[in-house]
């Protein structure tokens, strides 16, 4: 941990594969901090031989956002009882309006700093990108088809949204991992 920030909260926003997940680890690893990834919560859950699990792999699978009462359980709960006290590095997180709403409204109320990252990339790039990384099914043409629709139908409000509050900072998620990080990190020191 080699820097500090005023932000406690701060957030990767994008398209699948614009480099949110890289781009939070180059913090964690500066500013220290915990990660929170929707993602990942949702790739674990979706190993559960359970209704729920079952349900949340059809969607990840599918390619579809997770339902909003579960993303805004999650996300509230980290922030008020998870990690009180800690930096939160969000990884795609508050993706459906209503989401970013509370987002807003819960740091608003606890008055805990915030800024949101905006990472852009074509969706010639998500296709180029899911392409070459192919992870697992939701890197698949299908999925990611359904991801970027997802996105535009969903994300690109909140982004807008966030935009509106003053706290989002839009990078060029084509310019180098290097570049990027550059940039990020010129703002949060």
């Known amino acids: 941990m080699d820097f500090t920030t005023k932000y406690k909260s701060i957030v990767f926003m994008g398209k699948i594969s ?80 209503n989401e970013a709403v509370l987002f807003d409204e819960i740091h608003h109320w606890i008055h805990r700093p915030y800024v949101v990252f905006h990472l852009e990339i074509s969706d010639d790039e998500v296709r180029r990108r899911s392409e070459r990384r192919a992870r697992d099914v939701v890197d698949s043409p299908k999925s990611v088809e359904k991801r970027l629709e997802e996105y535009h139908t969903y994300t690109a409000k909140s982004i807008e949204f966030f935009r509106g509050k003053g706290t989002l900072i839009d990078i060029d998620g084509t310019l180098s991992q290097e570049a990027v990080k550059q940039q990020i990190f010129n703002y949060l020191i």
């Open 18 to 97: 614009s480099g949110k997940g890289t781009q939070a680890h180059n913090v964690l690893q500066a500013f220290g901090g915990t990660l929170y990834s929707n993602g990942d919560k949702m790739r674990t859950t979706a190993t559960f031989e359970t209704p729920f699990g079952e349900k949340m792999k059809e969607t990840y699978e599918g390619g579809f956002l997770m339902p909003e009462w579960v993303a805004s359980y999650w996300m509230t709960h980290a922030l008020v009882s998870e990690h009180i006290n800690d930096t939160i590095v969000f990884e795609g997180v508050a993706k459906k309006p």
